[in-house]
C-alpha cells in the first residue's frame, strides 16, 4: 500500500518562516523535497496553462503526484451538462502530468446544490471518464449518503472522497474504487472551515481509518486542507510521524514550525498510534 500524503496548495505566503524557510527557495522544489503530493487547488478556478504544467513536471522530483481539481466550469457553472468539451480540453492540457508519470487523482467536487436529484447528470459523467486515470467525487449534500450512490461510484471504479468537516456523513470511510482512495481533511473553523488545528487526539482516530483503507486499496490519495497559518503542513507532518513514517527532513521542519507557533496543542510529545491502542 501506498500512502501519499500532502497538502491542498503549496503556495501561500503566509508559510514562509514556518513551512518554508524564506522567500529565496522555490515554493513547489520545496514543497516536493518533503512531500510526495498535492492537491492542486488552482486548477478549479481556472484550466492551467501548458506553460504551469511545464513547470510543475520540471520543479518535481520523479514519482511525484499531482491530484487536481476538475474545473468549476465543469462542476460548477455548468453542473456536468454538455461539459464533453470543456473536459477534454482539460485532460489535453494535464496530459504531459501523465506522460511524465505525475499524475495523481482528479477530483469533481459537486456544489452543495447539487443533490442525488441530480444523478443522471453524474452517472451520464462518469460513464465517459477514460479508464487509464483514478478519479474522485465529493459530494457536499447529504442526499448522496445512500447505497444507491456507492455503488454508482463503483460501478465506474471511481473513489469517494472521505473528509473529515462540518459534512459529517463525508467521514465515513467508504470506499467506491479497487485501485485507490482519496481522503482530505478540510479543518472544522467557524465560519471558516480551514482555519483550523487538528490536535493529534483527533487525527489519531483517522490514522486507523487510514490503516483500514491500506487493507482494501493499493493506493491512497490523502490532503490536509486547512492551509491557514501553515496549519496543513503541520498536521501533514505530524500525521506521517505518528504513523512512524516520518523522514528527518520532515520531523526538523515540523519542530520548526512548532516552535513559531507555540499555542498549539501540537507542542507536546510527539505520539504516535500505539499510544491510542
Same mark, same amino acid.
Given at each position: 500500500?501506498a500512502?501519499?500524503?500532502?497538502?491542498?496548495?503549496?503556495?501561500?505566503?503566509?508559510?514562509?518562516?514556518?513551512?518554508?524557510p524564506?522567500?529565496r527557495?522555490?515554493?513547489?522544489?520545496?514543497?516536493?523535497?518533503?512531500?510526495?503530493?498535492?492537491?492542486?487547488?488552482?486548477s478549479?478556478?481556472?484550466?492551467?496553462?501548458?506553460?504551469?504544467?511545464?513547470?510543475?513536471?520540471?520543479?518535481?522530483?520523479p514519482?511525484?503526484?499531482?491530484s487536481?481539481?476538475?474545473?468549476?466550469?465543469?462542476?460548477?457553472d455548468?453542473?456536468?451538462?454538455?461539459?464533453?468539451?470543456?473536459?477534454?480540453?482539460?485532460?489535453?492540457?494535464?496530459?504531459?502530468i501523465?506522460?511524465?508519470?505525475?499524475?495523481?487523482?482528479?477530483?469533481?467536487?459537486?456544489?452543495?446544490?447539487?443533490?442525488?436529484?441530480?444523478?443522471?447528470?453524474?452517472?451520464?459523467?462518469?460513464?465517459?471518464?477514460?479508464?487509464? %486515470?483514478?478519479?474522485?467525487? &465529493?459530494? +457536499?449534500?447529504? *442526499?448522496?449518503?445512500? /447505497?444507491?450512490?456507492?455503488q454508482? =461510484?463503483? !460501478? #465506474?471504479?471511481?473513489?469517494?472522497?472521505?473528509?473529515?468537516?462540518?459534512?459529517?456523513?463525508?467521514?465515513?470511510?467508504?470506499?467506491?474504487?479497487?485501485?485507490?482512495?482519496?481522503?482530505?481533511?478540510?479543518?472544522?473553523?467557524?465560519?471558516?472551515?480551514?482555519?483550523?488545528?487538528?490536535?493529534?487526539?483527533?487525527?489519531?482516530?483517522?490514522?486507523?481509518?487510514?490503516?483500514?483503507?491500506?487493507?482494501?486499496?493499493?493506493?491512497?490519495?490523502?490532503?490536509?486542507?486547512?492551509?491557514?497559518?501553515?496549519?496543513?503542513?503541520?498536521?501533514?507532518?505530524?500525521?506521517?510521524e505518528?504513523?512512524?513514517?516520518?523522514?528527518?527532513?520532515?520531523?526538523? %521542519?515540523?519542530?520548526?514550525? &512548532?516552535? +513559531?507557533?507555540? *499555542?498549539?496543542?501540537? /507542542?507536546?510529545?510527539?505520539?504516535? =498510534?500505539? !499510544? #491510542?491502542?
Amino acid at each position: 500500500m501506498a500512502l501519499l500524503l500532502g497538502t491542498c496548495g503549496w503556495s501561500y505566503q503566509e508559510w514562509v518562516g514556518l513551512f518554508y524557510p524564506n522567500n529565496r527557495l522555490g515554493k513547489l522544489t520545496f514543497y516536493a523535497s518533503v512531500f510526495d503530493t498535492v492537491e492542486v487547488d488552482s486548477s478549479f478556478y481556472k484550466i492551467p496553462s501548458k506553460q504551469m504544467v511545464s513547470g510543475w513536471i520540471r520543479n518535481t522530483k520523479p514519482g511525484f503526484k499531482f491530484s487536481l481539481k476538475i474545473p468549476k466550469i465543469i462542476s460548477h457553472d455548468k453542473r456536468l451538462a454538455g461539459v464533453q468539451d470543456d473536459f477534454n480540453r482539460f485532460i489535453k492540457i494535464i496530459e504531459p502530468i501523465s506522460q511524465a508519470g505525475k499524475l495523481g487523482c482528479l477530483l469533481l467536487q459537486l456544489a452543495p446544490s447539487f443533490t442525488y436529484k441530480d444523478r443522471h447528470l453524474l452517472e451520464s459523467f462518469l460513464s465517459k471518464l477514460p479508464p487509464r %486515470i483514478h478519479f474522485a467525487v &465529493e459530494f +457536499r449534500h447529504e *442526499s448522496w449518503d445512500r /447505497n444507491e450512490t456507492w455503488q454508482m =461510484l463503483s !460501478d #465506474f471504479n471511481v473513489s469517494n472522497t472521505i473528509t473529515d468537516s462540518p459534512i459529517k456523513f463525508l467521514s465515513k470511510p467508504v470506499v467506491t474504487a479497487t485501485t485507490h482512495a482519496f481522503v482530505r481533511w478540510h479543518g472544522k473553523g467557524n465560519p471558516v472551515w480551514y482555519d483550523y488545528t487538528y490536535s493529534q487526539d483527533e487525527l489519531a482516530p483517522w490514522a486507523g481509518k487510514v490503516r483500514e483503507l491500506s487493507a482494501k486499496v493499493p493506493v491512497i490519495y490523502a490532503y490536509f486542507n486547512n492551509h491557514y497559518g501553515a496549519r496543513a503542513p503541520l498536521n501533514a507532518l505530524q500525521f506521517l510521524e505518528m504513523n512512524g513514517t516520518a523522514e528527518e527532513k520532515q520531523k526538523k %521542519i515540523k519542530a520548526r514550525i &512548532e516552535k +513559531r507557533l507555540p *499555542s498549539q496543542e501540537s /507542542n507536546a510529545r510527539p505520539k504516535l =498510534l500505539t !499510544d #491510542f491502542l
